[in-house]
């Protein structure tokens, strides 16, 4: 596929995989009111909490991020060339405001992109990845990251994020609502009111899971968007390509103060490789390194 | 009086159309807009290094007096004309900064320089933040001039007086020298 097309179809996916999700959400918050004897309720409480869980890791977390990770921000005449490089593809992408810099001290090759918009963005890259890419592997990254930030992809990966932890908290509403033998006022017979519970147990052991896992999906999807936007940006997908080819081959992908709430914003998972199972992939922030390259060289 | 209603909501989407074409062709057309600006505040940026960069090789490059008129001239012509003008004027000033950076690559002294070296590396900076502005310019145009052709906006374009916009490309001189003999 071509790069216009990559992009066109990521976005409809990535609409879709939402919609699902809030679907779910809802669809949760029905039977938690319904049990409590109040859909409306249900659903009106879902989204307060969603609301207010959302509008905490939105407006905090950024600057969480920063500093968990111990970045700092960069500056000349050190960082010259990494900063000129980002500022030109924030040029390239027509973003109002280059993203702020910062550097991880770390041997390690990787680099990630923080931000609610392109207004308030950051990129931060390790020096280990400063170290060992020449100056067009260089480009390709930054471009991708730069994409994350255009695309608005730290935005949806937020909501999504939230909508995760909206189901988690849901599903556990339901679990104890059963335990507790808590019902309405239900005109029910018995028989529609055990089948109700089952679906009902059935649904919040695996809406969190399921949640888990269109989360992932979501982020699988806006990799390959960020990887398709980037190549279109620097008009050269061989950079970035190139770049995933020496992050690939890197003996300790280890950053040390990345963890797993921060490791789906990385350009490579952050955690030692493993081998290739379909389980493993369906629970990983990032797609295969090798498909990405394929589909890079393939542009 | 059903006609009557009929006719105001018909009139009313007709005019919420046009509306709406105007907006989208406006908004392409201030995108290009403000692409070339960055264009020229990155122009500006070089044309004010530009200088820096002359008295920081005089010193050292005592006998190259060729190769800095050339950057000097070619920067005067930079900051006037239309677009395609000041393309060709960026042109020539790429030409003779790449000259000044490889003659230099004779002198070791002035290579070894502090300031040299960071005048080297913001230069760099600007020429490929020039190349990706004008990248951006030419995208925002191409999807300016698309807009005022397609159908049905092609109607109101030429009514509301939108003309397609000129790339910022490749000088016509280097165009024409292309010639294949066998």
Known sequence: MGIYEEIAWNKRKSYLLIFLFMVFVILIGFIVGFFYGSTYFGIGLALIIGIIYFLISYYGGASAILTMTKAKEATKPKYTHLINTVEGLAIAAGLSKPPKVYVIEDTALNAFATGRDPEHSAITVTTGLLDKLDRLELEGVIAHEMSHIKNFDIRVMMLAAVMVGMTVLLSDFLLRSFLWGRRGRSRDSGQLSIIFILVGIALAILAPLVGEAIKLAISRKREYL??????????????????????????????????????????????????KSFMKNLFSTHPPINDRIKKLEGM | MVATWLIIVIIAVIVLFVVYIYNSLIKLRVRVKNAWAQIDVQLKRRYDLIPNLVS???????????????????????????????????????????????????????????????????????????????????????????????????????????????????????????????
């Open chain 2, 56 to 182: 920081a090789v005089k010193g050292y490059m005592k006998h190259e007096k060729g190769v800095l008129e050339e950057v000097t001239k070619a920067r005067t012509s930079l900051m006037s004309g239309s677009t395609k003008e000041k393309a060709k004027a960026s042109n020539q000033i790429t030409d003779a900064l790449k000259s000044i950076f490889a003659v230099a690559e004779n002198y070791p002294n002035l290579k070894a320089n502090e300031n040299f070296m960071q005048l080297q590396e913001e230069l760099s900076g600007t020429e490929s933040k020039i190349a990706y502005a004008r990248q951006f310019y030419n995208d925002s145009v191409m999807a300016f001039n698309e807009g005022i052709q397609v159908f049905p906006k092609n109607f109101f374009a030429k009514i509301f007086g939108f003309h397609q916009e000129d790339f910022f490309g490749a000088e016509e001189k280097e165009k024409k020298n292309v010639k294949v003999e066998f």
């Open chain 1, 226 to 275: 960020a990887d398709a936007s980037g190549a279109l940006l620097t008009r050269y997908p061989k950079g970035l390509a190139d770049a995933l080819k020496k992050i690939k081959e890197d003996p300790d992908p280890l950053v040390d103060h990345a963890n797993k709430a921060t490791a789906h914003l990385f350009i490579s998972t952050p955690f030692r490789k493993s081998k």
